[in-house]
């Protein structure tokens, strides 16, 4: 609906109360204007109960998974937050699922691409789906993976008994009234329901209207379905479209909840109160409930496919606005063997910072450099890709090849007082299961920030050569350390790359990613650059120019240095 020509020329107060009536008026124009300030912009959800899908189904997947603290360490719950912006929390769990499951097949990764490419080229398209999406926009259709995916539920107590009842109370109250009888007959039957409601009140509510939310669930996906034959290029139509006799039986399973949920509607303009009367006085809801439910848990894996199939076209959308935010993303080339290479790869997290390049074949990485040069955030930025290209098909390069690999994380946390195991305990652990296997039939990529950091320099250096010695010739190990001892220990085996401080960058450091060991000696001069008094920095420069790394070298066993050990 166009403003008037009046509206035009009146005053801001004026134009913002016509452009509130007609908000009111069409409440589809609003949600426009909402998707379309949304588009390419961070998602900004709360994270409601989004895993809650994945949770329910992940000992079910055949593929194999993104673990816990992998996804913890390479900060994906941020990650995942800023791509959300889906319409409907199916979107939202279907996405955290997606990110967190490895897809092996590069036709489907490609096919994700390519679907991406469309959402964001055809806005009309793009937009009718989101509309259509926006009927289940609402936060209580979380539970709608609890119903479909969730433990089967008891059944309702007495159901016999119940739907008995509710037709001996019609029944009454029809001899009143038929034959003129004293309504104080038929009071009674008011406090045993109201009994009988309260007993059953807080199970049969909620799983009622998760039923409901099902059907709500097969309303968007009957018009979704109908998009299918101008738009090929998206599956999930296509899908929904082939689901539909599925979702015709699971209609005939909820006929009788359709029904109330009808009789329910606002717009049928019938009050509330009239159907909450119907249900206190004859029990309509839970005889309706009892008839259902058991049979709904029989049927409800039929919508399993439909659930994903909405949820992957909204996660789609919300990916192919994620996408608007970098300046370069490819489909990556997924491949067998042990390379890893990326041109100007950017870090998901951030989509205007400085880009790198790298290439491995046969090899892993060995990056150094002071802290807050770059080399966690580097590595960090191989893994997330490499992540993202498996799973939801792209990458944030200009050209990315990644191994068909799972990845593996041990980065720095801290200290865990509840669960009493300190950081170096914690990375042990960690490091000694990338040591015993991986995932069986995945090579791996193993993301490793500055190792056994926790103990003393000779232990520290001596056990970290060890360990990465024999996980470079079944991984590709991305490993950061301070200790530049290991570039000339490992730099057979690993390709040596750093990163250094510039005193003539603006903060100090460009994070550009050199190729070699390091060799400068910038670390010190940034203490001085961040004001720390100068006696100390001088002190800290002759030291370092007498030869403090000699006498650390003297303390190390001859084996070691050697590279005998």
């Avoid at 993976?145 to 029809?174: M, N, Q, Y």
């Avoid at 090929?232 to 296509?238: E, I, K, V």
Wanted: charged share 20%; with cysteine.
């Amino acid at each position: 609906m166009r403003p008037p020509a009046f509206a035009k020329g009146a005053t801001a107060p004026a134009r913002q109360l016509w452009g509130t009536l007609l908000d009111v008026l069409s409440p589809k124009r609003k949600l426009l204007r909402e998707l379309r300030a949304r588009w390419g912009a961070q998602g900004d959800k709360s994270g409601f109960l989004a895993s809650r899908y994945f949770e329910l189904t992940r000992d079910e997947s055949p593929t194999a998974q993104v673990d816990d603290k992998t996804w913890a360490d390479l900060e994906f719950p941020e990650i995942f937050a800023r791509m959300d912006t889906a319409v409907t929390p199916v979107g939202s769990q279907v996405l955290f699922s997606q990110l967190r499951g490895y897809v092996d097949d590069p036709t489907v990764l490609a096919a994700r691409y390519a679907s991406y490419a469309e959402l964001a080229r055809d806005t009309p398209l793009r937009e009718t789906i989101q509309l259509r999406l926006a009927r289940l926009k609402d936060d209580s259709n979380t539970d709608i993976a609890e119903l479909l995916f969730g433990e089967l539920v008891e059944k309702p107590a007495h159901p016999s008994l119940i739907r008995a009842w509710s037709l001996v109370t019609i029944a009454l109250l029809a001899l009143v009234a038929a034959a003129g009888w004293s309504a104080w007959i038929w009071l009674p039957v008011l406090p045993i329901n109201a009994v009988i409601l309260i007993r059953a009140a807080a199970r049969q509510h909620r799983e009622v209207e998760a039923m409901k939310r099902c059907i709500g669930l097969l309303d968007v996906a009957d018009k979704l379905a109908a998009l299918h034959t101008k738009h090929p290029a998206q599956p999930q139509l296509a899908g929904l479209h082939d689901e539909a006799p599925q979702r015709s039986a699971v209609r005939k399973g909820l006929f009788w909840l359709s029904v109330m949920r009808w009789a329910s509607n606002p717009e049928l303009l019938i009050p509330p109160v009239v159907v909450g009367i119907l249900n206190f006085l004859f029990l309509t809801e839970l005889v309706v409930h009892a008839g259902t439910i058991e049979r709904f848990f029989r049927i409800r894996r039929k919508l399993s496919a439909t659930f994903e199939l909405v949820g992957e076209i909204d996660a789609a959308i919300a990916l192919a606005s994620s996408l608007q935010q970098y300046r370069r993303h490819c489909s990556p080339r997924l491949v067998d063997a042990r390379t890893l290479a990326f041109a100007d790869g950017c870090h998901p997290l951030l989509p205007t910072g400085v880009t790198n390049s790298v290439r491995l074949a046969q090899q892993s990485a060995l990056v150094t450099g002071s802290n807050m040069a770059g080399k966690t955030t580097f590595i960090k930025m191989l893994a997330c890709n490499a992540i993202l290209g498996q799973t939801v098909g792209f990458c944030l390069a200009a050209a990315a090849t990644i191994p068909r690999a799972t990845v593996m994380a041990s980065i720095h946390g801290l200290h865990s007082v509840a669960s009493g195991k300190s950081h170096y305990f914690t990375e042990i652990e960690t490091i000694d299961s990338f040591i015993r296997g991986g995932t069986p039939g995945r090579s791996c990529v193993l993301v490793i920030d500055e190792p056994f950091s926790g103990t003393n320099t000779v232990e520290r250096i001596a056990v970290a050569r060890a360990v990465l010695e024999v996980l470079e010739p079944k991984a590709i190990v991305l490993v950061t350390t301070h200790d530049v001892e290991l570039q000339a220990m490992l730099g057979g085996r690993y390709a040596l790359y750093h990163f250094q401080e510039n005193p003539d960058a603006e903060g100090y450091f460009d994070y550009r990613l050199r190729p070699g060991p390091a060799t400068e000696r910038n670390a010190i001069r940034l203490l001085d650059r961040l004001g720390f008094p100068h006696d100390i920095t001088a002190s800290a420069l002759a030291y370092a120019g007498a030869g403090l790394e000699r006498d650390i070298a003297n303390k190390t066993p001859a084996a070691l240095r050697s590279g005998n050990a």
